[in-house]
C-alpha cells in the first residue's frame, strides 16, 4: 500500500470437519463422478454436531498436516498446487512482523496473530523481508546488516511454519516506508554517484547491484531457528521483487520493464524453487490501450507499470493485483466502490487465463476505517464480494487464486493502525465472513487434484457447499 496516500467462525470450522468425514463415509467422490448426495441432509448434521463440539479449535488444529506434506507451492498452469492438490488461497498482509519480532518486548505479538489468523483459516501473509536504513533496519547500508533483525526474520518464518502459514517476502518497497527505492538513491548519493530521481534505482547499474546484493543474502540466508536456507524453506510462498512498483518518469513502461526482467532473472538464477511475483497493483499501461477503461482513473496508465506485459515477463510465475477503489476512485464510501472492485477483479482474471495464463493473487484489498461514511457493515460487503468473485473463478478452475487482506492486526497494536487494520477478536461479523471463506477453500482444496474434471455440468454436493451462506 502507498503510504503517503493513506489519509471468530468456530462454527465453520466444524462444518468442515464433519463435512469431510461424512463425504469419506458416502459412495460420492469429487464432482459428482459417483453416486448421489444430499448436501441439505449434510448441513442438518453437520450443525447436530456442532452442539456437541468444542468452540476452541481453529482450521489449523484440524488439519492433519505432517512435515512430509509441508512442500514447496509450485505453479500448475493457471493454478497453485502443493504435492498435486489445488492450493487456492485466503491470506493477509502484516508488514511489520520483522520489526516486531527484533524487540522481546513485542515478539509475542507476533506468535499471537499466527495464532489468530490459523484459527481463522488463513494459510498464506504477505510481509517486509527488508527495512533499509531506517528504525531497526535489516539492512543498515548496501550489504551490511544487523543480526539481530535478521535473527528477528528467521523468527518471523520459523513461527509460521508452526501455525502452517506460508509467507510472501517482498524484497524492497516503492516508497519511503522502510526505506525502499528513495534509500537506495541516498545510498548511492552517499557514493558519490551522480544521481537526479528515485527512479533511478530502476536504471542505474550501481543502484541495480545494491538491490542483487540484498537480494542474493536474503536467499542464501540460513535460519538460526530452523537451520533452513531460506532458498529451499518451503514456509516461503513466493519472492515479490517490489512492493507495489511505479516508475513515473518513463510512462511507455520500458524502464520498469527492463528491471523486472532483469530482476525475476536474477532471483531465479539463485533460487530456481520458489515462485516469484512482481508486486504491482495491476494499472494497465500502453501495451493494452483496450483494458485501460479497468484502471481507476487516467493517471493510472501513467505511472511506468503495465499488467499484461510486466506479467509476460520470463521468471514470473504469477500476477498480483491491489484493490483500493477508496484510495484511487473517492474516499467517501459509495456502491461505486463494489462496482469497480468486481469489475477490476474480473478483468484481471480474464487476462490471467487468457493472456498470461498464470495464477492471479489480489494480494491487498480493504478500506479504510478513515474514509467518509466507512461503517463495519460497508467492510464486510466488500470483502464478501471479493471472496464472492474469487469463488466464481475457483468452482472451474479459474485463474483467481486467492486474496490477501490488507492488514491483519494482533490486539495491542492499535498506534500502528492506517485505517485498514482488521482485529478479529474485535471484529466478529468481520472474521465470521473470513473464517466461512477458509473453511470452502479448504473443502476445495482438500477434495480436488490437478486431475479434476473442471467444469462439471451436473452441480454437486462440493459446489453448493462453496457457496452455502448458512453454515
Same mark, same amino acid.
Given at each position: ?145 544487523? #543480526? ?118 536474477? =532471483? ?22 483496450? %483494458? ?16 499484461? %506485459? ?39 482474471? #480474464? ?34 464480494? =471479493? ?85
Amino acid at each position: 500500500m502507498d503510504y503517503h496516500k493513506i489519509t471468530l467462525g468456530s462454527k465453520s470450522f466444524f462444518s468442515l470437519v464433519i463435512f469431510m468425514i461424512l463425504i469419506e463415509n458416502s459412495s460420492w467422490t469429487v464432482f459428482g463422478l459417483n453416486g448421489d448426495w444430499g448436501f441439505e441432509s449434510t448441513v442438518e448434521e453437520t450443525q447436530n454436531h456442532l452442539s456437541h463440539a468444542s468452540t476452541h479449535h481453529g482450521i489449523y488444529d484440524l488439519q492433519v498436516r505432517e512435515d512430509d506434506d509441508w512442500q514447496m507451492v509450485q505453479k500448475q498452469g493457471n493454478q497453485f498446487v502443493v504435492n498435486d492438490q489445488p492450493f487456492y488461497v485466503n491470506g493477509f498482509n502484516t508488514y511489520w512482523l520483522m520489526v516486531f519480532a527484533a524487540d522481546q518486548s513485542t515478539r509475542g505479538k507476533v506468535s499471537e496473530l499466527f495464532h489468530q489468523a490459523s484459527s481463522a483459516g488463513l494459510t498464506v501473509c504477505r510481509t517486509w523481508a527488508f527495512n533499509d536504513g531506517q528504525w531497526r533496519a535489516l539492512q543498515t547500508s548496501p550489504s551490511v546488516y544487523d #543480526e539481530e533483525v535478521f535473527k528477528a526474520l528467521d523468527f518471523v518464518i520459523s513461527e509460521a511454519k508452526k501455525y502452517k502459514i506460508r509467507l510472501i517476502l517482498s524484497l524492497t518497497n516503492n516508497w519511503d516506508a522502510y526505506g525502499g527505492k528513495a534509500q537506495y538513491v541516498k545510498w548511492g548519493k552517499a557514493a558519490g554517484l551522480n544521481l537526479t530521481s528515485d527512479d533511478e534505482f530502476f536504471s542505474h547499474t550501481t543502484l541495480k547491484s545494491y538491490y542483487k546484493a540484498h537480494v542474493k543474502t536474503v536467499l542464501n540466508r540460513v535460519n538460526t531457528f530452523t537451520n533452513l536456507t531460506y532458498k529451499n524453506d518451503p514456509t516461503i510462498f513466493a519472492w515479490e521483487l517490489m512492493n507495489e512498483p511505479r516508475c513515473t518518469s518513463d510512462p511507455s513502461g520500458d524502464t520498469l520493464q527492463s528491471w523486472i526482467q532483469e530482476m525475476a532473472v536474477y =532471483v531465479k538464477s539463485i533460487d530456481a524453487k520458489h515462485l516469484v511475483e512482481i508486486g504491482l497493483e495491476g494499472f494497465y499501461g500502453p501495451s493494452a490501450p483496450d %483494458r485501460a477503461k479497468f484502471n481507476p482513473n487516467s493517471y493510472a496508465t501513467q505511472v511506468g507499470t503495465d499488467f499484461i %506485459r510486466n506479467h509476460q515477463t520470463l521468471g514470473v510465475d504469477f500476477a498480483s493485483v491491489h484493490i483500493y477503489a477508496d484510495s484511487w476512485i473517492s474516499q467517501t464510501i459509495s456502491d461505486a466502490h463494489l462496482q469497480f472492485t468486481k469489475s477490476w477483479m474480473e478483468a484481471h482474471i #480474464e487476462d490471467a487465463e487468457k493472456y498470461l495464463r498464470m495464477p492471479v493473487l489480489f494480494t491487498e484489498f480493504g478500506v479504510s476505517a478513515k474514509d467518509t461514511g466507512y461503517n463495519t457493515s460497508f467492510r464486510d460487503t466488500l470483502i464478501s464480494s =471479493v471472496y464472492k468473485t474469487l469463488l466464481n473463478s475457483t468452482k472451474k478452475g479459474g485463474s483467481g487464486a486467492g486474496s490477501l487482506l490488507w492488514q491483519l492486526f494482533p490486539d495491542g497494536t492499535d498506534y500502528m493502525n492506517d485505517g485498514y487494520a482488521i482485529v478479529l477478536s474485535k471484529s466478529p461479523s468481520t472474521s465470521n465472513i473470513i473464517s466461512l471463506h477458509s473453511t470452502r477453500i479448504a473443502t476445495f482444496n482438500s477434495f480436488c487434484s490437478t486431475k479434476c474434471k473442471w467444469g462439471c455440468k451436473k452441480k454437486n454436493p462440493l459446489e453448493e457447499f462453496l457457496y452455502y451462506d448458512d453454515l
